[in-house]
Structures are given as C-alpha cells and as structure tokens.
C-alpha cells in the first residue's frame, strides 16, 4: 500500500473556519479524518494543534 500525502493550507483553512464561525455561531465543528489517520495530532507541531482537536476512535 503506498502512502498518501495531504497538504493542507492553513491560511485557507483558516479563512474558511472563521466564516463558517460568522454564518453560524453556536455551530460546533468536527474535522474528520479518514483511514489511518487516527495519530494525527501526533505529527502536528505545538502550534498547529488546537485545543479543541480531539481523536474520537
């Protein structure tokens, strides 16, 4: 199985969390990640994790 690679943007996804935020307020958001994913938060460094990031499996 060869491995997969995602690149994300964070200025983008920043953008888009904040006007998802302006639209509606009291909505709670979930990120999911799919398939081996579950480590993650592991590989993040300090400051790209958030507080509210927490693995559900």
Do not use: D, Y
């Amino acid at each position: 199985m060869q491995a997969a690679t995602v690149v994300i943007n964070r200025r983008a996804l920043r953008h888009n969390l904040q006007r998802l935020r302006e639209l509606a307020p009291a909505s709670k958001m979930v990120a999911v990640v799919k398939a081996n994913g579950l480590w993650v938060t592991v590989f993040l460094r300090p400051r790209e994790r958030s507080p509210m990031l927490t693995p559900l499996a």
